[in-house]
């Protein structure tokens, strides 16, 4: 029987639990998700279940050289004390993994959620660095909404205010060391603490005891990928797969390989009108709205692709508001005779039912034509309606209207009204335009 996270402590009042993803129970529900997806807007939330996170050091002379010629993003300038959205793709430009580096010296980088990949790229170079997986040795926490930067203040004790969007420094939380980062997912004033992994319980709960008078809620598995969706920040295994299978070297170096867990990382299973063509759900950086990140002033994987896709962008990235009326067709149709149309349970895609992850993505039309593909399906609470995040053609503005087939092929389908609309959707002050030095 599996045993509880060894990174969020016990609760016995909580009854729902899940092992999708981890070899260990993880929380996937507190309170309920209602509660917990409004907390990135009204208080803030604490979320501890992407532990272990797969963490590589890099050090040595050669380590920015190496790193700057496996991704997209340039090295030009980039203080210690700071962090980027790494990005690192095939030779067609298809994103083959993307997370988090930090600077943490001349020499020195910390990689977040960038293995597999990376130590497969890491080990076959020859270059003057040295490289380590430390995956299981830090415990990571999120801490996102208005009222985190309070919370964590109370928690550590110290003024914040000096730590700009994604940059980091030392702190402690009851005389523990921690390392504290600004960013997140949910689009939202956020925070990263990063601790040892031995003292993860004590630091989990410390923040939330900080956080009660806040009005802090504890974030399960449930509601956590829909900040994603909401943020237009698309997510590997949830908005789209990563490349790997064309890099036949890489799949037989991944083969039996993890990251933390005994589960192999590409256990994924494909659902949604887009069908079981692996290749059609792969997206590039400029697609997926990250094209400012991409930067043509060194050689590296992907470049030519890239660059003829940023010269003549043939689709872009929008938020789909889905017709609520369509919706209840679709509800209605369990309740009534003949083949019901494929269940849209709220409030998205992650289900148990599975045992595994499962990638939905559904084909858009419009007027009969295939003009993108739609994934990451979710109903926000906070706006009481149901959105998802597209790559459709350029030519299609904000404001149209647009199909999106829902089912499964081979079942009975349903064509969904959506209106394209703003990215992203979240219209509520954003991280990096939070003035936290008028909270201090």
Same mark, same amino acid.
């Given at each position: 029987?599996?045993?509880?996270?060894?990174?969020?402590?016990?609760?016995?009042?909580?009854?729902?639990?899940?092992?999708?993803?981890?070899?260990?129970?993880?929380?996937?529900?507190?309170?309920?998700?209602? $509660? +917990?997806?409004?907390?990135?807007?009204?208080?803030?939330?604490?979320?501890?279940?992407?532990?272990?996170?797969?963490?590589?050091?890099?050090?040595?002379?050669?380590?920015?050289?190496?790193?700057?010629?496996?991704?997209?993003?340039?090295?030009?300038?980039?203080?210690?004390?700071?962090?980027?959205?790494?990005?690192?793709?095939?030779?067609?430009?298809?994103?083959?993994?993307?997370?988090?580096?930090?600077?943490?010296?001349?020499?020195?980088?910390?990689?977040?959620?960038?293995?597999?990949?990376?130590?497969?790229?890491?080990?076959?170079?020859?270059?003057?660095?040295?490289?380590?997986?430390?995956?299981?040795?830090?415990?990571?926490?999120?801490?996102?909404?208005?009222? %985190?930067?309070?919370?964590?203040? $109370?928690?550590?004790?110290?003024?914040?205010?000096?730590?700009?969007?994604?940059?980091?420094?030392?702190?402690?939380?009851?005389?523990?060391?921690?390392?504290?980062?600004?960013?997140?997912?949910?689009?939202?004033? $956020?925070?990263?603490?990063?601790?040892?992994?031995?003292?993860?319980?004590?630091? *989990?709960?410390?923040?939330?005891?900080?956080?009660?008078?806040?009005?802090?809620?504890?974030?399960?598995?449930?509601?956590?990928?829909?900040?994603?969706?909401?943020?237009?920040?698309?997510?590997?295994?949830?908005?789209?797969?990563?490349?790997?299978?064309?890099?036949?070297?890489?799949? +037989?170096?991944?083969?039996?390989?993890?990251?933390?867990?005994?589960?192999?990382?590409?256990?994924?299973?494909?659902?949604?009108?887009?069908?079981?063509?692996?290749?059609?759900? *792969?997206?590039?950086?400029?697609?997926?709205?990250?094209?400012?990140?991409?930067?043509?002033?060194?050689?590296?994987?992907?470049?030519?692709?890239?660059?003829?896709?940023?010269?003549?962008?043939?689709?872009?990235?929008?938020?789909?508001?889905?017709s609520t009326d369509d919706?209840?067709?679709?509800?209605? %149709?369990?309740?009534?005779?003949?083949?019901?149309?494929?269940?849209?349970?709220?409030?998205?895609?992650?289900?148990?039912?599975?045992?595994?992850?499962?990638?939905?993505?559904?084909?858009?039309?419009?007027?009969?034509?295939?003009?993108?593909?739609?994934?990451?399906?979710?109903?926000?609470?906070?706006?009481?309606?149901?959105i998802s995040i597209a790559?459709?053609?350029?030519?299609?503005?904000?404001?149209? +209207?647009?199909?999106?087939?829902?089912?499964?092929?081979?079942?009975?389908?349903?064509?969904?009204?959506?209106?394209?609309?703003?990215?992203?959707?979240?219209?509520?002050?954003?991280?990096?335009?939070?003035?936290?030095?008028?909270?201090?």
């Amino acid at each position: 029987m599996a045993e509880h996270s060894p990174y969020v402590p016990f609760d016995p009042a909580v009854h729902l639990y899940d092992a999708i993803l981890r070899d260990f129970l993880i929380p996937w529900e507190y309170r309920g998700w209602r $509660a +917990e997806q409004l907390s990135w807007k009204q208080t803030a939330y604490i979320h501890g279940n992407l532990n272990p996170s797969p963490w590589t050091r890099i050090s040595g002379p050669d380590a920015a050289k190496f790193l700057e010629s496996v991704s997209v993003n340039s090295f030009a300038r980039y203080p210690i004390g700071t962090g980027k959205h790494l990005i690192l793709c095939n030779e067609d430009g298809h994103v083959m993994s993307h997370g988090v580096l930090l600077r943490t010296g001349e020499e020195e980088f910390e990689g977040q959620w960038l293995a597999p990949y990376l130590d497969y790229l890491l080990d076959r170079t020859d270059l003057d660095l040295t490289w380590e997986s430390t995956t299981g040795q830090t415990a990571l926490f999120q801490i996102a909404g208005p009222r %985190s930067f309070d919370i964590l203040a $109370a928690a550590t004790g110290e003024d914040l205010s000096d730590i700009r969007f994604m940059w980091f420094r030392d702190s402690s939380i009851n005389g523990i060391p921690v390392r504290v980062l600004r960013m997140g997912m949910g689009g939202a004033l $956020a925070y990263e603490v990063h601790a040892a992994a031995e003292h993860a319980h004590a630091i *989990y709960q410390a923040i939330v005891d900080a956080g009660e008078p806040f009005g802090i809620e504890r974030l399960g598995t449930y509601a956590y990928l829909m900040n994603h969706s909401e943020n237009g920040f698309p997510q590997s295994f949830y908005h789209f797969p990563l490349a790997w299978d064309t890099e036949p070297g890489f799949t +037989e170096w991944l083969r039996g390989r993890s990251m933390g867990t005994k589960k192999p990382m590409n256990h994924a299973s494909w659902r949604g009108s887009i069908g079981d063509d692996i290749q059609a759900r *792969y997206r590039n950086p400029i697609e997926l709205g990250w094209g400012t990140t991409v930067r043509f002033d060194h050689d590296f994987p992907g470049r030519a692709a890239l660059e003829r896709e940023a010269a003549q962008p043939r689709r872009r990235i929008v938020t789909l508001e889905w017709s609520t009326d369509d919706i209840m067709d679709i509800h209605r %149709s369990q309740y009534e005779p003949g083949e019901p149309y494929m269940p849209i349970d709220e409030p998205n895609h992650v289900t148990r039912q599975y045992g595994g992850l499962v990638q939905y993505a559904d084909r858009v039309e419009q007027d009969g034509k295939v003009v993108g593909i739609s994934s990451g399906r979710c109903y926000t609470y906070y706006y009481r309606r149901m959105i998802s995040i597209a790559s459709i053609d350029a030519s299609i503005a904000d404001g149209e +209207e647009v199909v999106v087939i829902w089912g499964d092929p081979g079942t009975r389908q349903k064509e969904i009204r959506a209106t394209v609309t703003r990215y992203p959707y979240l219209d509520l002050p954003r991280n990096a335009e939070v003035d936290v030095a008028a909270k201090a």
